[in-house]
């Protein structure tokens, strides 16, 4: 072979070699894009926004895509500020492109009305949303609730909150759900008056969403201990809670919250024959609500019952072990507690 095929030769296979490499390298930005997604899909948030930080792609298409794909890690880690701006960056800097698309757009919108606390604007907005996107539901029925409080509207942010109760978390969701569980147990008690005032004038107005007003009177005269109050309107609610309402369902987390709440009403006022049966209703229907299987051994331990409620324990213990350490520790702290009484 001449020096000139050689270097012919030669030549042609670096350009071949370079060929190839720019090629996987732009392959690879597509593999990663894609691993991040179905990252995002799996409810990975942070190892998604790893993926998506490690690209840097020069087609403003895919860079957009890429911004999208953050926006959405941001959203479902209900960090609102950082998704929002990362939205707005695609609508400033790629106004034209496909990943602009209405859901982005509507995400903007809204998340402008809540971090301006413009509630008025806001918690409209923010139902409507919750109506067109099935999956986004819950985190924009929490962001309502959280509007409506910042106002002092109690009563109103925890019906906004039930609203959303019964529907099922996407993966997507996983986090708002923890943060709503969050908030149905950390109402401040001053609240509670100017809640039962709302509740009461509201009653009248939307007897469609009676149970749910009805649970709100319930649940608030149940943490100001006032327990014949509670029993009342808990009942009411739990009566309306029939298997063709819009709650009625026993695997939707308004029954169980209901019913929940009126087995805690009825121990408090020692009618420990009628929360018993809740309880362990409830325990039955969600085995993995430590609250409910704790609320059994309490009615049980308060009934002299101690070594069934013991049995009772050490079993659910064994059954499920998701619960074990919370109710071993709540459980301990009970036996503690009695005794030192």
């Known amino acids: 072979m001449s ?11 670096a350009l071949a070699t370079a060929f190839v490499a720019g090629g996987s390298c732009f392959a690879s930005d597509a593999d990663s894009l894609k691993a991040a997604k179905d990252l995002y899909v799996a409810g ?97 029925h929490l962001l309502a609730c959280d509007s409506l409080r910042s106002k002092g509207m109690e009563a109103e942010a925890l019906v906004e909150l039930l609203r959303a109760w019964d529907q099922p978390a996407s993966k997507a969701n996983q986090l708002w759900e923890r943060k709503a569980n969050i908030r149905m147990f950390s109402m401040s008690y001053a609240a509670f008056d100017r809640m039962i005032t709302d509740a009461k004038a509201v009653l009248s107005k939307s007897p469609e969403d009676g149970v749910l007003w009805e649970y709100t009177l319930g649940h608030a005269y149940l943490c100001k201990q006032q327990t014949v109050d509670a029993v009342t309107h808990l009942e009411a609610a739990a009566k309306l809670l029939t298997p063709r309402s819009a709650y009625g369902s026993r695997h939707g987390r308004v029954w169980r ?75 301990m702290d009970y036996i503690i507690q009695t005794a030192g009484g």
């Open 3 to 13: 020096r000139k095929q050689v270097v012919s030769v030669v030549v042609t296979a």
């Open 44 to 140: 990975s948030f942070d190892s998604a926004l790893e993926q998506l930080n490690g690209l840097s792609p020069k087609d403003p298409a895919t860079l957009a895509e890429v911004l999208k794909q953050k926006g959405y890690c941001y959203r479902a880690k209900a960090m609102t500020s950082r998704a929002l701006e990362t939205f707005q960056k695609i609508s400033t800097d790629y106004p034209k492109s496909k990943s602009l698309t209405q859901d982005v757009r509507d995400t903007i919108t809204g998340l402008a009305y809540y971090t301006s606390a413009d509630t008025d604007q806001f918690v409209p907005y923010a139902r409507s949303m919750a109506a067109k996107y099935p999956d986004d539901l819950l985190m924009w």
């Open 257 to 331: 919250t209901i019913n929940y709440a009126l087995g805690c009403a009825y121990e408090m006022s020692k009618q420990y024959d009628k929360a018993l049966p809740l309880h362990q209703g409830v325990a039955k229907e969600f085995p993995d609500f430590w609250r409910a299987h704790y609320s059994v051994f309490t009615c049980l331990a308060k009934q002299n019952k101690i070594v069934e409620a013991s049995a009772y324990i050490n079993q659910i213990c064994l059954q499920r072990p998701a619960t074990r350490d919370r109710l071993r520790k709540t459980t």
